[in-house]
């Protein structure tokens, strides 16, 4: 990757982001995040994997646009918080093969991604298919007899459950980093939909005679805001680049350090923003009917999704000599 790369979006990337982002529009994507404990919306999901949003992730389709088309995608989903197991779905298709990766691209088959030994899965009452991460592999788990309703922070109802871990599946590693990219990009892309609805908010609303937006102790974290986010967002599109570029084995080792930080430093940035963020809405926007609620609380529910950021964290201390990842 050289220094002087263009993370910009090309024609295509930027056509499919744009096709995303008037579906998400017509199908009032936001208004389902407003929703609690409702049954998983399949046949949106569906219609989404209609698009073809989900094969730019497929290895024997390398003309789809690549990771940097999953980056596009799952930046555009994140702002219209779309439900759904979208970074395990990007995963579950680079290490799956056969009519189980068609049913995963149509959208037939829903994917839950947990930790090896945790009870809990995403989406655990309504996936099809079970995944289970373990350091650098993922292994294919067997489908529970039943598993236990959780209400999430989010809205959506999850599982409890034991799973018995299958062979490890091939291209783990791959399939990881992709999983990075997507979260990353999508926690960025849903925070700045919530950082420019609080800045519309901070430049309209008065208090002692001025906008909030005239007062630093306002204005000061929210730009501290939006130079974390785009962090975050460069050094997605950044990963996801050297994760095109299957010429070199290095190419990859880049990509997973990269995403790793990016997974890392897209959890901070969009936490900090859902925080101060609301401290500018006041108690509106801790309320499901308010403006950004349903948008700051899918940013934490997405943050805390398993496998959460242990692995990525040993991957980026082993960098720099401080142990952490096993050899």
């Keep these: 990757m050289s220094a002087g790369l263009d993370l910009a979006y090309d024609e295509d990337q930027e ?7 008037r579906f998400c529009t017509q199908h009032a994507v936001e208004d389902q995040a407003r929703l609690s404990g409702q049954a998983f919306p399949r046949t949106l999901w569906r219609q989404l994997a209609e698009l073809g949003v989900f094969y730019p992730a497929a290895p024997e389709h390398p003309e789809a646009g690549g990771a940097l088309a999953v980056c596009a995608i799952s930046e555009t989903l994140g702002q219209h918080v779309f439900p759904g197991p979208i970074a395990a ?64 922070l989010g809205g959506e109802t999850w599982g409890r459950a034991r799973l018995k871990p299958d062979a490890t599946l091939p291209a783990s590693a791959r399939a990881l980093i992709i999983a990075n990219i997507a979260t990353a990009a999508y926690l960025t892309g849903a925070a700045w939909q919530l950082l420019r609805a609080t800045s519309n908010h901070a430049a309209t609303r008065k208090q002692f005679g001025k906008t909030l937006g005239e007062f630093q102790a306002v204005a000061h974290p929210l730009a501290d805001c939006a130079i974390g986010l785009t962090a975050a967002q460069t050094l997605a599109r950044a990963a996801a ?16 350090s990269l995403a790793a930080a990016a997974a890392l430093s897209a959890r901070r940035a969009s936490l900090g923003t859902a925080f101060a963020c609301h401290q500018v809405f006041a108690g509106i926007g801790i309320t499901l009917e308010g403006p950004v609620y349903h948008v700051s609380r899918r940013i934490r529910q997405v943050a805390s999704t ?10 980026l201390l ?5 142990g952490g990842e096993a050899p």
Aim: hydrophobic fraction near 40%.
């Design 306 to 315: 398993p496998p959460g950021g242990g692995r990525e964290r040993d991957i």
């Design 318 to 322: 082993n960098e720099i000599g401080l």
């Design 241 to 256: 680049c050297s994760f095109d570029d299957r010429a070199t084995d290095s190419a990859l080792q880049q990509a997973r």
């Design 89 to 152: 779905t990007y995963c579950a298709i680079q290490v799956l093969h056969g009519d189980a990766a068609s049913a995963v691209m149509d959208g037939h088959a829903l994917v839950s991604l947990s930790s090896a030994g945790s009870t809990l899965l995403p989406w655990g009452t309504e996936a099809d298919l079970f995944l289970v991460v373990d350091g650098d592999t993922i292994a294919r788990g067997e489908t529970p007899d039943a598993a236990e309703p959780i209400a999430t």
């Design 15 to 21: 056509a499919i982001r744009s096709a995303v982002d």
